[in-house]
């Protein structure tokens, strides 16, 4: 069983900026992070492949949201600028159990292992 837990989460103003970090206990291949906002369904916002060489992002983070992955700390992180209001929610990250073929997936279904999650909250 594969452990992750993230921190780094907080309360910022818009515009402003936190790193999240997600330490695992294995680690390999796709990681991603996702968020869930309150009457949400919880949606995928960047993934990055096992070598860390492609990562992938959803529209509403890309150009803002960084993704990137240390396989020999076993951690994965997620850069955020600029933050924004609606950016606001409990941040996941998660790992896949098994290969992609192609680019790592946005669907939870896919990930086997998340963490207990960490609160971003974004002011206007």
């Known amino acids: 069983q594969v452990q992750l837990v993230e921190s780094g989460g907080g309360s910022v103003q818009a515009g402003g900026t936190l790193r999240l970090s997600c330490p695992a206990s294995?680690?390999?291949?796709?990681m991603g992070w996702f968020r869930q906002a309150p009457g949400k369904e919880r949606e995928g916002v960047a993934s990055v492949s096992s070598t860390g060489g492609y990562a992938h992002y959803s529209n509403s983070v890309a150009g803002r949201f960084t993704i990137t992955r240390d396989n020999s700390e076993k951690t994965l992180y997620l850069q955020m600028n600029n933050l924004k209001p609606e950016d606001t929610a409990t941040y996941y990250c998660?790992?896949?159990?098994?290969?992609?073929?192609?680019?790592?997936?946005?669907?939870?279904?896919?990930?086997?292992?998340w963490g207990q999650g960490t609160q971003v909250t974004v002011s206007s």
């Open positions: 998660a790992g896949a159990a098994i290969p992609s073929i192609g680019r790592c997936s946005f669907s939870s279904d896919y990930y086997k292992y």
């Open positions: 294995s680690f390999t291949y796709c």
